[in-house]
DNA sequence: ATGGCCGCCCTAGGCGGA
């Protein structure tokens, strides 16, 4: 199992999770902040309106402070927190208007800004001319890296499902998914420069360097997703400046053992530590 | 690499996920 709690309070958990459904799967979000001890947790893909979100049970599990961005059926996100959190706008990274971005900054208004991102996961053809998927989430990439280019320096943690797993030892087979969408070459350079524009830090790659294979996400379609551990790493934590000196690399870890739950998500929760 | 699955929706096949 993972770390648990901890007990110094101006260290924080900052967790990301797709949790592909929040009302189905509340009880297994309950289950995971006991597990893992998590102060502040980004949500992806709530797929339910603001008033249907299941804030009891987040509540009853510590997290009293909830922010959403909600639609219904569809995407969605929120942050929930131990913390107090100031909801701020959000970059506008979206042009479908979708509830993809959620906002906030920690603590009392003069804390580090988190985002929780949902990235367009792109369609099957990673070709903008037959595929307006692949189009909208270029786009979406392309907006953010013009908005942290703006904010580098700032303190910032950047935290989502990305939907792009940007370096060779982020899928199972760098060569088998070159032209597979969230590996192809114009998403892994785009978030490259995003990265290197916003002068941000990737914790995964801090924590473990660029050879470890690392995944946080395997499909529902394979029939037994241990045994070719065919997973991407589509998850991500990054941070701006004093950011990337506040956090803590050895602290970062995947809760792969997520994917074993009772109808789990296909996505695993992520987390790094904060000293703030 | 594929599609084997999964969850949503004015409940049933279509859409989206990645």
Request: charged share 25%; glycine share 8%.
């Amino acid at each position: 199992m993972s770390p648990t709690s901890h007990t110094d309070p101006s260290r924080l958990r900052i967790a990301t999770w797709n949790i592909n459904s929040v009302r189905l799967r509340a009880g297994l979000v309950e289950t995971m902040i006991a597990a893992s001890g998590v102060d502040v947790l980004c949500l992806q893909e709530i797929k339910c309106r603001d008033g249907e979100f299941p804030f009891a049970a987040l509540q009853a599990a510590g997290l009293n402070h909830i922010h959403v961005r909600g639609q219904k059926g569809w995407h969605g996100v929120a942050i929930a927190s131990r913390v107090p959190l100031v909801a701020v706008d959000g970059p506008d990274f979206c042009r479908a208007g979708e509830a993809r971005v959620a906002a906030v900054r920690i603590g009392d208004g003069a804390g580090p800004e988190l985002h929780c991102l949902y990235v367009p996961a792109g369609g099957d053809e990673p070709d903008t001319e037959i595929n307006p998927k692949f189009a909208h989430k270029l786009d979406f990439l392309d907006r953010m890296r013009t908005h942290y280019r703006a904010r580098a320096g700032d303190s910032l943690i950047v935290t989502g499902d990305i939907n792009v797993a940007p370096e060779e030892h982020d899928v199972w087979s760098h060569k088998a998914l070159l032209k597979v969408v969230s590996h192809t070459p114009v998403e892994t350079d785009m978030v490259r420069a995003i990265l290197a524009e916003g002068a941000l830090s990737d914790v995964a790659r801090m924590a473990h360097g660029p050879q470890i294979k690392l995944s946080s996400w395997w499909s529902y379609r394979s029939p037994d997703w241990q045994k070719n551990d065919r997973g991407r790493r589509l998850d991500h934590i990054w941070t701006g400046g004093a950011m990337t000196s506040a956090v803590q690399p050895e602290s970062f870890s995947i809760l792969r053992d997520a994917r074993s739950w009772d109808r789990p998500s296909d996505h695993v929760p992520v987390w790094a530590d904060f000293v703030l």
